[in-house]
């Protein structure tokens, strides 16, 4: 009787299949989630647990930047930096701006007329302030006018640091001799804006930086005997 040769099948293998599913199950919903707001609130612009919010300055403090609360007034100080003083005041109560941008635009025109008071007051770079002072108010005209709201923040930001640098004349003139530092503070607000960032998302920035303007003026102005 001829003896039967038996043939050993060769296994099946299955394992490298499901791992394949697996792999592709696990990309499908990484990236289901990834595209989805409400899965994501991330997405949605909504808070997430253990991010900073854009608003919280952590930028701006870790530049350094010295949240400071100036005077609403000065005795003897020019009508035009009471103005802006009272103006910072009013807006800290305020906490918001509006889409148009009518509060950034207007404290960087009362701004510019504040620093021009006090170079007039002091008769000190008053031509350079001036010229400077007219650009800075071109800043707040193009910003409330530009459509483009990508934009408004990068106009923001260069005016203040336009601002800053006309308070740095006004120091370097005798306008105030110990300023230095608030000078620094309201140039180090300036910086923390951020140009790529919308401008409606950095509210508090805004705010810093004019309330550090305005400590520098209080402080400059304040020095008058």
């Not at 293998?13 to 592709?24: Q, Y």
């Not at 952590?58 to 003083?85: E, F, I, Q, R, T």
């Not at 910003?143 to 709201?149: A, D, G, K, R, V």
């Not at 930001?157 to 110990?178: C, K, N, P």
């Amino acid at each position: 009787m001829a003896e039967l040769e038996i043939q050993k099948k060769p296994d099946r293998r299955w394992w490298p299949w499901l791992l394949l599913v697996a792999v592709v199950a696990v990309a499908a919903w990484w990236f289901g989630w990834n595209t989805n707001e409400d899965a994501n609130p991330a997405l949605a612009g909504l808070p997430v647990p253990g991010a900073p919010a854009m608003d919280t300055m952590a930028a701006g403090d870790s530049l350094g930047v010295m949240p400071v609360v100036p005077a609403a007034s000065v005795p003897g100080a020019p009508d035009a930096v009471n103005d802006y003083l009272a103006f910072a005041a009013e807006g800290r109560q305020r906490g918001a701006v509006g889409l148009d941008h009518e509060y950034t635009a207007d404290g960087i025109r009362r701004l510019a007329d504040a620093l021009t008071a006090v170079a007039e007051q002091r008769d000190v770079a008053t031509d350079v302030v001036s010229a400077r002072a007219d650009s800075l108010r071109g800043f707040a005209g193009t910003l409330q006018e530009e459509p483009n709201s990508r934009r408004h923040a990068d106009l923001a930001h260069r005016a203040f640091l336009l601002a800053t640098r006309i308070l740095d004349d006004l120091q370097r003139a005798g306008a105030g001799d110990s300023v230095t530092g608030a000078v620094d503070n309201a140039r180090r607000a300036a910086e923390a804006v951020q140009p790529q960032t919308p401008l409606l998302d950095q509210t508090s920035a805004v705010q810093r930086y004019f309330d550090a303007a305005g400590a520098a003026l209080e402080t400059m102005t304040g020095q008058r005997g």
